[in-house]
Protein backbone atom coordinates (compact mmCIF):
# COMPACT_ATOMS: atom_id res chain seq x y z
CA UNK A 1 0.00 0.00 0.00
CA UNK A 2 0.81 3.50 -1.33
CA UNK A 3 1.66 6.07 1.70
CA UNK A 4 2.07 9.61 1.06
CA UNK A 5 3.12 12.14 3.60
CA UNK A 6 0.97 14.98 4.84
CA UNK A 7 2.76 18.01 3.96
CA UNK A 8 2.18 16.88 -0.06
CA UNK A 9 -1.21 16.66 0.65
CA UNK A 10 -1.93 20.77 1.09
CA UNK A 11 -4.96 22.48 -0.06
CA UNK A 12 -4.16 25.28 -3.00
CA UNK A 13 -6.58 27.17 -5.20
CA UNK A 14 -6.54 26.42 -8.29
CA UNK A 15 -5.40 28.79 -11.31
CA UNK A 16 -8.96 29.48 -11.84
CA UNK A 17 -10.00 31.05 -9.12
CA UNK A 18 -7.24 33.41 -8.66
CA UNK A 19 -8.15 34.69 -11.94
CA UNK A 20 -11.70 35.22 -11.36
CA UNK A 21 -10.88 36.89 -7.83
CA UNK A 22 -9.12 39.57 -9.71
CA UNK A 23 -10.71 43.10 -10.86
CA UNK A 24 -9.43 43.74 -14.87
CA UNK A 25 -10.69 46.10 -16.54
CA UNK A 26 -11.71 45.50 -20.34
CA UNK A 27 -10.10 46.73 -22.55
CA UNK A 28 -11.67 49.45 -25.09
CA UNK A 29 -12.25 47.74 -28.69
CA UNK A 30 -10.18 48.93 -31.22
CA UNK A 31 -11.16 51.09 -34.56
CA UNK A 32 -9.72 50.86 -37.65
CA UNK A 33 -10.27 53.64 -40.40
CA UNK A 34 -9.54 51.94 -42.76
CA UNK A 35 -8.52 47.89 -44.07
CA UNK A 36 -7.38 47.35 -47.54
CA UNK A 37 -8.03 43.86 -49.11
CA UNK A 38 -5.28 43.53 -52.36
CA UNK A 39 -5.77 40.47 -53.79
CA UNK A 40 -3.15 38.92 -56.34
CA UNK A 41 -3.90 36.05 -58.69
CA UNK A 42 -3.16 34.58 -62.33
CA UNK A 43 -6.56 34.06 -63.31
CA UNK A 44 -8.98 37.02 -63.83
CA UNK A 45 -11.91 35.28 -63.64
CA UNK A 46 -11.06 33.53 -59.82
CA UNK A 47 -10.33 37.35 -59.02
CA UNK A 48 -13.30 39.10 -59.94
CA UNK A 49 -15.70 35.95 -58.61
CA UNK A 50 -13.67 36.44 -54.96
CA UNK A 51 -14.29 40.16 -54.97
CA UNK A 52 -17.69 39.57 -55.87
CA UNK A 53 -18.09 37.25 -52.29
CA UNK A 54 -16.10 39.90 -50.55
CA UNK A 55 -18.41 42.60 -51.39
CA UNK A 56 -21.63 40.40 -50.90
CA UNK A 57 -19.79 39.12 -47.37
CA UNK A 58 -19.62 43.46 -46.22
CA UNK A 59 -23.04 43.94 -47.57
CA UNK A 60 -24.70 40.74 -45.12
CA UNK A 61 -22.59 42.45 -42.31
CA UNK A 62 -23.76 45.71 -43.28
CA UNK A 63 -20.34 46.98 -43.35
CA UNK A 64 -19.03 50.28 -45.79
CA UNK A 65 -16.84 49.49 -48.36
CA UNK A 66 -15.49 50.74 -51.92
CA UNK A 67 -15.97 48.74 -55.06
CA UNK A 68 -13.13 47.13 -56.43
CA UNK A 69 -10.38 48.81 -58.00
CA UNK A 70 -8.35 47.28 -60.69
CA UNK A 71 -5.19 47.79 -61.10
CA UNK A 72 -1.71 47.29 -63.61
CA UNK A 73 -1.16 43.78 -64.00
CA UNK A 74 3.05 42.52 -63.59
CA UNK A 75 4.22 40.79 -66.45
CA UNK A 76 7.20 38.76 -66.19
CA UNK A 77 8.77 37.44 -69.38
CA UNK A 78 11.88 34.61 -69.67
CA UNK A 79 13.64 33.40 -72.68
CA UNK A 80 15.01 30.16 -72.25
CA UNK A 81 17.18 28.20 -74.87
CA UNK A 82 15.31 24.78 -75.76
CA UNK A 83 18.66 22.58 -75.87
CA UNK A 84 20.93 22.64 -72.36
CA UNK A 85 24.13 23.71 -74.21
CA UNK A 86 24.15 24.11 -78.00
CA UNK A 87 21.31 25.86 -80.55
CA UNK A 88 21.40 29.46 -79.44
CA UNK A 89 19.18 30.90 -81.91
CA UNK A 90 16.00 28.09 -80.75
CA UNK A 91 14.76 30.23 -77.59
CA UNK A 92 11.55 29.28 -75.63
CA UNK A 93 9.22 32.30 -74.50
CA UNK A 94 7.71 31.68 -71.14
CA UNK A 95 5.53 34.70 -69.62
CA UNK A 96 2.84 35.05 -66.22
CA UNK A 97 0.75 37.88 -66.09
CA UNK A 98 -0.33 38.41 -62.12
CA UNK A 99 -3.30 40.43 -61.96
CA UNK A 100 -4.39 42.69 -58.50
CA UNK A 101 -7.46 43.88 -57.42
CA UNK A 102 -7.97 46.22 -54.48
CA UNK A 103 -10.95 46.64 -52.16
CA UNK A 104 -11.40 48.74 -48.62
CA UNK A 105 -13.20 48.96 -45.94
CA UNK A 106 -14.16 51.66 -44.02
CA UNK A 107 -14.83 52.59 -39.97
CA UNK A 108 -14.91 49.16 -38.39
CA UNK A 109 -14.36 47.80 -34.95
CA UNK A 110 -11.27 45.73 -33.76
CA UNK A 111 -13.74 42.65 -33.06
CA UNK A 112 -15.83 43.36 -36.05
CA UNK A 113 -12.41 43.61 -38.52
CA UNK A 114 -10.71 40.68 -36.82
CA UNK A 115 -13.82 38.15 -37.22
CA UNK A 116 -14.15 39.84 -41.10
CA UNK A 117 -10.49 38.99 -41.94
CA UNK A 118 -10.23 35.55 -40.90
CA UNK A 119 -13.45 34.79 -42.73
CA UNK A 120 -12.59 35.94 -45.57
CA UNK A 121 -9.14 34.42 -45.31
CA UNK A 122 -10.40 31.25 -45.34
CA UNK A 123 -12.57 31.59 -48.16
CA UNK A 124 -9.05 32.57 -50.33
CA UNK A 125 -9.50 30.54 -53.41
CA UNK A 126 -6.04 28.25 -54.40
CA UNK A 127 -3.75 30.32 -56.44
CA UNK A 128 -4.63 33.49 -54.75
CA UNK A 129 -2.51 35.88 -52.38
CA UNK A 130 -3.98 38.29 -50.11
CA UNK A 131 -2.39 41.02 -48.35
CA UNK A 132 -4.51 43.00 -45.67
CA UNK A 133 -3.64 46.57 -44.56
CA UNK A 134 -5.13 47.93 -41.71
CA UNK A 135 -5.07 51.97 -40.47
CA UNK A 136 -5.94 52.42 -36.96
CA UNK A 137 -7.56 54.93 -35.38
CA UNK A 138 -5.31 55.81 -31.69
CA UNK A 139 -5.42 58.55 -29.65
CA UNK A 140 -2.25 61.21 -28.91
CA UNK A 141 0.43 59.87 -26.67
CA UNK A 142 0.77 62.43 -23.57
CA UNK A 143 3.27 63.95 -24.17
CA UNK A 144 2.07 65.37 -27.45
CA UNK A 145 -1.67 65.89 -25.73
CA UNK A 146 -2.38 69.62 -24.16
CA UNK A 147 -2.33 69.59 -20.57
Known amino acids: MLRIPRSLLQIRPLA ?4 QSTSAQPKPDKLFKK ?18 FVQSACGHLDINY ?17 SKFVHKKYKLHYETRTYIKKCSVYYITGSTASTLVEYLQRQVPEGVGMKVTYNEICAFPETMSNK
Open 16 to 19: TQLT
Open 35 to 52: IEFEVRGHDKAVLKSYMT
Open 66 to 82: TEVENLPYVRWVEWLLR
